[in-house]
């Protein structure tokens, strides 16, 4: 029985190892998000960190225009991002998880 725990609790530890690992893998994956025109372009990581954002001159003269733009874009990317995230994430965790009856339904 003991020995069954404490190979559960490795189980358990490497599968952390692993999520870490997959985080930190995320951060040099890119998602890139285009508004609708074109004019409005933000990258961030699969960990939703922010890389870059390049804005075309014709939302400079309209601070509203352009407000929209970056929420609409941003959290277009942020819902992608976030996406891959927890699929990768949720791969490893369920990998490295001991088997545990019932838990077979999310296959």
């Known amino acids: 029985m003991f020995g069954d725990m404490m ?13 870490e690992e997959t985080k930190e893998r995320l951060n040099t994956v890119m998602i890139d998000e285009v508004s609708n025109d074109g004019k409005l372009k933000v ?3 699969a960990n939703r960190t ?4 390049s804005v075309d001159d014709d939302l400079l003269k309209d601070k509203d225009m352009l407000e929209d733009y970056l929420i609409l874009t941003l959290n277009k990317a942020i819902e992608k991002a976030t996406n891959i995230n927890e699929t990768e994430i949720a791969a490893v965790a369920k990998e490295g998880m001991p088997n ?7 296959e």
């Open 7 to 19: 190979n559960m609790m490795g189980k358990l530890k490497e599968a952390q190892k692993k999520v």
């Open 43 to 45: 990258t961030l990581t």
């Open 50 to 53: 922010i890389k870059s954002i």
């Open 100 to 106: 545990i009856p019932g838990m077979d339904m999310f």
